[in-house]
């Protein structure tokens, strides 16, 4: 099992910055690929971007691409999520995700462990 926890969400301007963190528990960090969603209100819970269990290969959302940046340090057992140029279309609670079972996917079903959330606003 992994537990989960975020952190780093806040207000921010459009065009401004944040780096969400994410710290897991557990001594198989490595094992897990890693996820990051978001759900707006009135929204379905939708995928960020995604990141193997070594840093390899990575995928993100269109929406994104270009804008966010996903890593993860095992060593620390800690992912994070870069957000540059961030517009009000970003603002949602940010979920990171740990999938135990093979490479990533951008579904939330696939996910088995989640955090609590963190709530990023950005103001127009």
């Known amino acids: 099992q992994v537990q989960l926890v975020e952190s780093g969400g806040g207000l921010v301007q459009a065009g401004g910055s944040l780096r969400l963190s994410c710290a897991a528990s557990g001594r198989t960090f490595s094992s897990y690929a890693m996820g990051w969603f978001r759900q707006a209100p009135g929204k379905e819970r939708e995928f960020v971007a995604a990141i193997s269990g070594f840093g390899l290969t990575t995928y993100y959302a269109d929406s994104v691409k270009g804008r966010f940046t996903i890593s993860r340090d095992n060593a620390k057992n800690t992912l994070y999520l870069q957000m540059n140029t961030l517009k009000p279309e970003d603002t949602a609670v940010y979920y990171c995700?740990?999938?135990?079972?093979?490479?990533?996917?951008?579904?939330?079903?696939?996910?088995?462990?989640w955090g609590q959330g963190t709530q990023v606003t950005v103001s127009s």
């Open positions: 995700a740990a999938r135990s079972r093979g490479a990533i996917n951008t579904s939330p079903n696939e996910y088995d462990y």
